[in-house]
Antibody, heavy 116, light 107 residues
Framework: EVQLVESGGGLVKPGGSLRLSCVAS????????MNWVRQAPGKGLEWVST????????YYADSVKGRFTISRDNAKSSLYLQMNTLRVEDTAVYYC?????????WGQGTLVAVSS | AIQLTQSPSSLSASVGDRVTITCRAS??????IAWYQQSPGKPPKLLIY???ILQSGVPSRFSGSGSGTDFTLTISSLQPEDFATYYC?????????FGQGTKLEIK
């Protein structure tokens, strides 16, 4: 069974940093691109970033470019999102999702709250 | 960035009804569209990809169609578990984008 488990969320002040993690199991992690997608409270889905299986290609939404960094450790079947210079508008549930184009498996999400 | 506009934003229907949700892209995206279902407090679930291909395990009452700029998701006979929010997503080009969502409620 495919499992994606996110962690690392929490309450942080504007301008602060957080590092999210997503541990994958039940599939060959090295065969898949991975993604972060977020959802602000009561709002829709927003794609954040994608990293290919060997980290050759990385893409970001304009809203996070220059502040967030996606990475992965294939030996640990883990995906990361380093979030710096956080803003109030970054408050959301952050999901990791599997897939290069469509996202066929999702984690349960981790809540990031940015507030003073 | 490619914008996706879903209609309607919300919809009331009854069990057994046939419903259709539309997603319009701001430019042609061939068939690079996916549909997701999200129930409250849950992550999204992939229903359809490549505009019409049913994801494994998804009931056949769900179907998708369209190409270019106009796409539809149809549920042929609503079941109680289908009352949720539905999103389209384009994967034609980065940045990937989602529609704003359609909330399907029980009448």
């Amino acid at each position: 069974e495919v499992q994606l488990v996110e962690s690392g969320g929490g309450l942080v002040k504007p301008g602060g940093s957080l590092r999210l993690s997503c541990v994958a199991s039940g599939f060959t992690f090295t065969s898949y691109s991975m993604n972060w997608v977020r959802q602000a409270p009561g709002k829709g889905l927003e794609w954040v970033s994608t990293i290919t299986s060997t980290s050759d290609y990385i893409y970001y939404a304009d809203s996070v470019k220059g502040r967030f960094t996606i990475s992965r450790d294939n030996a640990k079947s883990s995906l990361y999102l380093q979030m710096n210079t956080l803003r109030v508008e970054d408050t959301a549930v952050y999901y990791c999702a599997r897939g290069a184009i469509t996202f066929d498996s999702w984690g349960q999400g981790t809540l990031v709250a940015v507030s003073s | 960035a490619i914008q996706l506009t879903q209609s309607p934003s919300s919809l009331s229907a009854s069990v057994g009804d046939r419903v259709t949700i539309t997603c319009r892209a701001s430019q042609g995206i061939t068939n690079a569209i996916a549909w997701y279902q999200q129930s409250p407090g849950k992550p999204p679930k992939l229903l359809i990809y490549d505009a019409y291909i049913l994801q494994s395990g998804v009931p056949s009452r769900f179907s998708g169609s369209g190409s270019g700029t106009d796409f539809t998701l149809t549920i042929s006979s609503l079941q109680p578990e289908d009352f949720a929010t539905y999103y389209c997503q384009q994967f034609y080009s980065y940045p990937y984008t989602f529609g704003q969502g359609t909330k399907l409620e029980i009448k």
